[in-house]
């Protein structure tokens, strides 16, 4: 069998990894243009597709949280679960296909896919175009340490990509490539600031609230989006740092989004998806906006 050694396989020179604190604008202009192997988004739509539904269980056989939207110019990832560069190669999109990753906080359900991303961008897809990873405060120390602790020294090898890693200032925008990205602190522990994320991209407004209990902050997230993607961890128990079913549904009118589809779902809820009344996520699913 042979083994692929990202140690021995530099990627040659001119590679780095660039670090920006707070609001900032990276403009991607004049950069080549990365090869997808998905087709894109249609004419002024924006395409989503929930790669990844589950719980950080994994519950039903459900890939991790990872939603991919082409929004035409930029494509980018709302999260990126340790199980996501399977559902991206189940989904035939490519990691040299993906211009920015957007991490709402720092569990391993959410952000421990990036190893094995840029591993793949690196050895496999063998990308060239700069990549952005955008998250937390904390971001850029924690995704080094999970390479660390994976692929011992792949965090400095070089690369012929460069990584911007842009750790996000709670309440302010940022400007990313064609994004604009809006996170709001919520209530969930994670060793560093847990955010919620308005997106705003080709016309379109996305709001995800990444993991948390119920905030009066996801109102303000929520407020005129096109879509809201809702946590919805179980039916009717109630858990710390959670969201469930019903507390969301006592709270359905407050939420000013056009569309409300719930996914990172656990055993709980996921039997009881007969009494549902909103738009429940499944891997693959396809939502145009």
Known sequence: MNEIDPM??????????NRHNGSGNLDHQGRAVAVDDASPAAERKVRLRFLGSGDNFGSEGRFQACIHVDAGATRFLLDCGASSLIAMKRAGIST?????????HLHGDHFGGI????????????????????????????????MEVFYPGSSAVERKFRIDYVELAEGESATIGGLTVFPVRVVHGSGAPSYALRVECAG?????SGDTE?????????DGADLFICESYFFEKRMKNHLNYRTLMAHRAELGCKR???????????????EIELEVAHDGME???
């Not at 021995?8 to 990894?17: D, H, I, R, W």
């Not at 119920?214 to 929520?222: E, S």
């Open 8 to 17: 021995n396989l530099s990627a040659g020179p001119g590679s780095s990894e």
């Open 96 to 104: 040299a296909a993906i211009d920015v990753i957007l991490i709402s």
């Open 115 to 146: 190893p094995f991303f840029i591993l793949d961008a690196q050895l496999i897809s063998r990308r060239e175009v700069p990549l952005v990873i955008a998250g937390p405060p904390g971001l850029t120390q924690r995704v080094r340490e999970a």
């Open 204 to 208: 379109t407004i996305i709001a995800y």
């Open 214 to 222: 119920w905030t009066d902050a996801l109102r303000k997230v929520a």
């Open 260 to 274: 409300l589809i719930i996914t990172h779902m656990g055993e709980d809820i996921l039997d009881r998806l007969g």
């Open 287 to 289: 939502v145009i906006l």
